[in-house]
């Protein structure tokens, strides 16, 4: 399951068919009394922001979104009950959002509700007519002012079909976006073999964000996670930790961005570098961190690894399959000044990654706010962050070989870069998102090569000696 740009997502034409709430649906959805459940802090954030973004003429906040493939002819109508169950089944997906005198307020369809109908699009026969549709459509139905906002089509043709699923942010995560393949899927084929679909039952995100709001709200403004991220945002200047490298961006500015997708290592390079990781003491995601922190020091020469990254929420079983945006962040951050090696670096990437995945329970969004004016946000990214996810135990990965699934991002204007990190069946893969400027693109292309190698040297010599910078070591050499 491999996330990509959705510029880079270039579907073979086809029949394109959507499914769209019918008049009744759209008619309870209008009338749907206020849901006096909260807001969860990141759906508070975004939505606010989108607001703030359009109302200054700007486009709204970025969707988010998934792909696969159904070989052999496609039962449309299996399909159409398919996506009708996968909304009923979240409470997520059967919530909107509306503008009101005190904010924004949230109200909640029953499952009962909800009735989508098949919509016919057109036949395209040229790839580029069929990416310029796509790219308006699911733009503007991604809305999440305009229930539902979410898309749900496939594109038909003889021998296969692509079934593609765009939703705000506000309903889904990342791993929520897995859900979405072995959800839809499972339902299709249950509605085509007349059986019950074998899925868990899932948990309210709804009620998910009533707790966390209960949580969040008890927190004191001197609680100890509070004064970390005080430190931490003192140790960036008073704002948000930056990429390492100069990516070339002038303060103020936004830039189009684009995303850096490749494979960093293979699948048998991947579990050589794992067990090397392993063997030190450590694992998997400390190891990618250590190796960018190597990286950083040899490039740039700043011994310090300052960012944040995502943790999941999902703290009980009863939300593992429950559709929703369960992430918090939180900062991490660790020194490379005493490191000799990559051993000595994962060491201290363990230490800090533990500590920092306590910081869970505590909404990054609530923390920020307690800081108060300590905190200044100096460009529309607030944080350079840096993800890993594992991709092999997600839900229905039994099924991602015949399926090919696909994360897509939509890619708009950014100011500084964002790096996820995914293990997949075939091998680690890297997404760097970033600005474009003149010189962006060859210091990002620099970075992911300097990173592959060190992997790649941990993977077979179990460690990598750090360099003190690229050019003291280029120069010993001459």
């Known amino acids: 399951m491999k996330p990509i740009a959705f510029e880079d997502f270039r579907p073979a034409p086809g029949r394109v068919i959507e499914w769209t709430i019918n008049a009744t649906t759209a008619a309870a959805a209008q009338t749907a009394p206020v849901d006096p459940t909260p807001l969860s802090y990141n759906q508070q954030l975004h939505l606010m922001g989108h607001l703030a973004l359009v109302g200054a003429g700007q486009p709204g906040n970025p969707w988010i979104g998934v ?3 159904l070989e052999g002819e496609v039962d449309l109508d299996a399909l159409g009950r398919a996506f009708t169950g996968f909304v009923q089944r979240h409470d997520s997906l059967r919530s909107g959002f509306r503008t009101a005198a005190t904010g924004v307020e949230r109200y909640t369809l029953a499952a009962e509700a909800i009735a989508l109908d098949a919509t016919p699009v057109r036949d395209f026969d040229d ?9 308006e459509r699911l733009a503007a139905g991604t809305d999440p002012f305009d229930w539902p906002p979410y898309v749900f089509g496939v594109i038909v043709r003889e021998g296969g079909s692509t079934v593609y699923v765009a939703m705000d942010h506000s309903t889904s995560d990342g791993y929520s976006l897995a859900l979405v393949v072995n959800d839809v899927y499972e339902l299709y084929l249950a509605e085509r073999e007349g059986r019950w679909p074998a899925l868990p039952e899932v948990a309210s995100f709804n009620a998910h964000a009533a707790l966390e709001m209960v949580k969040g709200e008890a927190v004191p403004a001197d609680h100890e996670v509070v004064a970390q991220w005080r430190q931490f945002i003192e140790r960036c200047g008073g704002t948000g930790p930056r990429f390492a490298l100069d990516l070339g961006v002038e303060d103020g500015r936004t830039y189009d961005q684009d995303v850096h997708n490749t494979m960093l290592l293979n699948a048998e390079e991947t579990e050589a570098f794992d067990q090397a990781c392993r063997a030190a003491g450590g694992s998997m995601f400390p190891g990618l961190l250590a190796a960018m922190a190597i990286v950083n020091r040899e490039l740039t020469g700043k011994q310090d690894f300052l960012t944040v990254t995502p943790l999941h929420t999902r703290f009980t079983p009863e939300w593992a399959a429950s559709m929703g945006w369960f992430i918090t962040c939180a900062p991490l951050e660790f020194s490379t000044s005493e490191a000799q090696g990559f051993t000595d670096v994962l060491a201290s990437a363990k230490s800090a990654l533990r500590g920092t995945m306590r910081n869970s329970q505590f909404p990054a969004a609530k923390m920020v706010s307690l800081l108060g004016e300590a905190f200044q946000p100096t460009r529309r990214d607030m944080f350079s962050m840096v993800s890993y996810i594992d991709y092999r135990r997600m839900p229905g990965v039994q099924h991602h070989a015949a399926l090919q699934p696909l994360t897509l991002g939509q890619t708009l204007q950014a100011d500084d870069a964002h790096v996820w ?14 600005p474009v400027t003149g010189t962006s693109p060859a210091v990002v292309g620099e970075y992911v090569d300097r990173i592959r190698e060190v992997l790649g040297r941990v993977a077979v010599a179990g460690d990598y000696p750090i360099l003190s910078t690229i050019a003291d070591a280029e120069a010993k050499v001459a």
Do not use: I, K, Q
Request: aromatic share 16%; charged share 25%; net charge negative.
């Open 421 to 434: 990190t995914s293990r997949l069946a075939e091998g680690l893969h890297v997404a760097l998102r970033y």
């Open 67 to 69: 792909v696969f493939e």
């Open 127 to 135: 790839p580029d007519e069929l990416f310029g549709y796509l790219t």
